[in-house]
C-alpha cells in the first residue's frame, strides 16, 4: 500500500471519530468532554505505538514486527527492510574480510598492517614466523620488536620507494628484503620477502668474478711482458709478423683493461666505503690537464663552485676520468669537450658535455649496463670494455649520487652527476 493511501486512510477514520464524538456529543451536551477524551485517546494511542516502536528498535535481532495498523505498519515495514539489508551487507562484508584474511595468511611472503603510530594492526603466518612476532604483539610498536637500526631509519624516513634488506630477527642467516607501503589514511602495510637465496647467488657470482679476474692478472702481465719482447726484436722485415704482434698486444691490453673494470666493479660492490672531504675542483683540474695532455683534445673546464664533497677520491677520480674519456672517445677529434662543476638548487652538479654523435633514447637507457655498448660502426672500431658507465653508475650510488644522461643523434650527449647538498663538505 502507499504511504499516501495509508495517511488518507488514518486522517479518514481521525475524521469519522471526530464526526461520531460530535455527533454523541451534541446529543448528550458533552461535546468538549467527549474531544478532549478523543484527542487524548488519541495522543496516548500514540505514545504506546512509540514505546513498542522503541523496544523492538533497541532489539539488536532485528526480527520480525509487532502486528501494527496504518502508518505504524508501514515504519515497521520499511525499518524491517533497512535493518534485513544491512545485516545481508554486513554479512558478505564480513565474508571477504576472511576471504582476503584466509588468502594474505596463505602468502608465502610477510604482511604487517602497522597503526598510525606503528603500531601493529595485524600479522599474517609467516610474519609471525620470520619476524618472530607472536598474536599477543597486536598494539605494539614494530620498532620496538624489530630493533636493527637501518629498518628503523627506512620507517621514519617516510620514503617507501626502495626496499631495505635486513637480516631476520630470529635467525640472522635469513635475509630479508622488507617494503612497507602505505594506504588509506595513515596505515602501512608492510611487506617481506626471503631473499637469502637471491643475496647467495649474488655474492657467489661477486667472488666467481673477482676471482676469474684476479686470476687473469698474472697470465696477461707475462703475455703482455713477451709481446713487448717481441715487438722489440722484430725488425720489421715480415708485415704480417709485426701487424699480428700489433694486434696481439692491443688485444692484450683490452683484455687487462676488461680484468681491472671487473675488479674495480667488484671491489665497488664489496668495499665498505671510506668517506673523506674530497677537494673536486683540484681532482677535475687533474683530470682535465691528464686527457688534455694524452689526447691533445681541447677541453673547457669551468669551475663555478668551489663545493667539495664527502666520499671516496680513487672512486670519483675513476668514474670522471670515465665519463671524459667516453667524451673524448665518442666525439670527433676537432670538437670540444665542455667539463662543468656548478650548482643547481640544492645540487652539485658535475656535467661533461661532448658534440659527438650522441645516441639513441633506448640507447641511453641501456648504456649503464654491464658490457653494454652502442652497435654503431664506430663503436666497434673504438676499444672499449663496455663498463665504464656501469662503474660511474656504481660510484655515484655510493655516493647518493645520481647520474642524468641527455643525448640527441648527431648532435652529441651530456653525462650530469647530481650530488645531494647532504654529501656537500
Ligand atoms: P665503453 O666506452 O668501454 O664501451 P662504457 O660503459 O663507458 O663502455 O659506455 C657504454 C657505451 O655507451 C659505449 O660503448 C658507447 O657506445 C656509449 N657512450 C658512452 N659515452 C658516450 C658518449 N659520450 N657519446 C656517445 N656514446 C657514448
Redesign the pocket.
Known sequence: MSIMVVWQKEITVALLLFVLVSIVGGISGWFLHLTLLLVLGLLINQLIQINRFEKWLSKMSGGNYPKSFGVWEEIYLHVYRIRKNNKKRKKKLSKMIDQFRQSTEALPDAAVVLGENDEIDWTNKAARDVFGLQQSDKGQRIPYLIRFPEFIRYLNSGNYSEAVIIPSPINNHISLSVRIVPYGAGLRLLLAQDVTQIKMMERMRRDFVANVSHELRTPLTVLKGYLETLQDIDDGLSPVLTGSLQQMYGQTERMQHLVDDLLLLTRLESQQKKAVCVNIPELLSHICQEGDTLSGRQIELSLETNNNIMGEEQELRSAFT?LLS??L???SDDSVVKVRWYVNQDESILAVE?Q????STN?MGR??ERF???E?KR?KK?S???????IVKHVLMRHDAQLNIT?ELGK??C?SCHFPAKRIC
Open positions: 670515465n667516453n667524451a672517445k665518442y666525439s661532448d659527438g654523435e650522441g645516441m640507447d648504456v649503464t653494454y655498448r652502442v654503431v663503436s673504438i672499449g670494455t663496455g663498463l665504464g658507465l656501469a643525448s652529441g650527449s653525462f
